[in-house]
């Protein structure tokens, strides 16, 4: 099969195993790469042997390159998004898939009408640790699903990231940083989600750059560092999620927990592709860890955009689609309206991704 020629956009520091993990991939082929900074495009493909650095709008008129990957910053993506879809090439992005609901909208739609594909991280609920979970759903070891719980608690991405200034912009925040990992697992898990109640806050809005260049600049805040609240799914459950950056000491919650009538499931951090999974039967003391359903990989980020360009070729729906990024985008946005307006806020969007039982 050939390789679909792809080109990267946004060589920042995510890119790095983007590149390192696609350069054996069997189905793509990065043949060019961009940034709005093009001495960072030029290393980076120096340093992984890219043919050639353009910029993205450059990238955008080259016929033999079919695929972008878009891993520039949040505020960017479905300006980037739309412009390859008009360019008549698919996309695979970082998540979110958009800030704003309008542009995921305007993203799916454009897609439509093309004809391409929109694919979107994280793609993390395809390795083998969540695939794991899922199958022991499947197969009823805890019998019908009830509940759920998952948490993402800790201090903000300031204390290691060189410039994390945008984490605390609009669309940035833990909901809207770790919470795709987050809810992608779970409706992978459980299904669509369906009503959402919350409370938000910025708990902690005086915080400066710990490290780097940038060590000691005052950080501003703009967006929820602290959320909490309860999500309703389609089949009946109801799960408890809590993501914040507000947390300095740390927590010993567990990240994700799935409760059933007949046992409970506790998961790995959904921010990574392996991990232990412990089933707990109803009526015993222990947990025992349950055989994972292929060899676990810890970062095997790429493993999304190449399940796309393998259904693209199989002519069949991709598992890390549009669809399912909005959904949990809808719901990420559900989560600080329904603080603001203080009500329950019902989702719209449905998953729509699910097809069968897969686990490779």
Known sequence: ????????????????????NLKSSPVIEIVACADMVKERAEERAKEFGIENVFTPEEMMKQDDIELIINLTIPAAHAGIDLAALAAGKHV?????????????????????????????APDTFLGAGLETARKAIDDGLIGRPIAASAFMMGAG??????DPEFFYAPGGGPMFDMGPYYLTALTSLLGS??????????????????SGPKAGTPIRVQTPTHLAGTIDFENGVIATMVTSFDIPGGSQLPR?????????????????????????????????EL????????????????????????????????????????????????????????IESRAGYRQGNVYQ
């Open 1 to 20: 099969m050939q390789r679909m020629k792809a080109g990267l956009i946004g060589c920042g520091n995510i890119s790095s195993i983007y590149f390192t």
């Open 92 to 120: 695979y992005a970082e998540k979110p898939l958009a800030v704003s609901l309008d542009d995921g909208r305007r993203t799916l739609e454009k897609a439509k009408e093309t004809g391409k594909r929109v694919g979107s």
């Open 157 to 162: 991405p300031e204390g290691w990231h060189p």
């Open 193 to 210: 989600m369906t009503r959402v109640s919350s409370s938000a806050g910025i708990q902690m809005p005086d915080r400066k750059v710990h």
């Open 256 to 288: 994700i927990e799935i409760y059933g009538t007949e046992g409970t499931l506790d998961l790995p951090d959904p921010n990574f592709f392996d991990g232990t999974v412990r089933l707990k039967r109803a009526g015993s003391d222990t947990f025992e």
């Open 291 to 346: 055989p994972p359903v292929f060899e676990p990989i810890s970062n095997d980020r790429g493993k999304g955009v190449s399940e796309m360009v393998q259904a693209i070729r199989e002519n069949r729906p991709h598992r890390a689609s549009g669809e399912l990024a909005y959904h949990v985008l809808e719901v990420m946005h559900a989560f600080q309206r329904s603080s603001l307006e203080g009500k329950h806020v019902i």
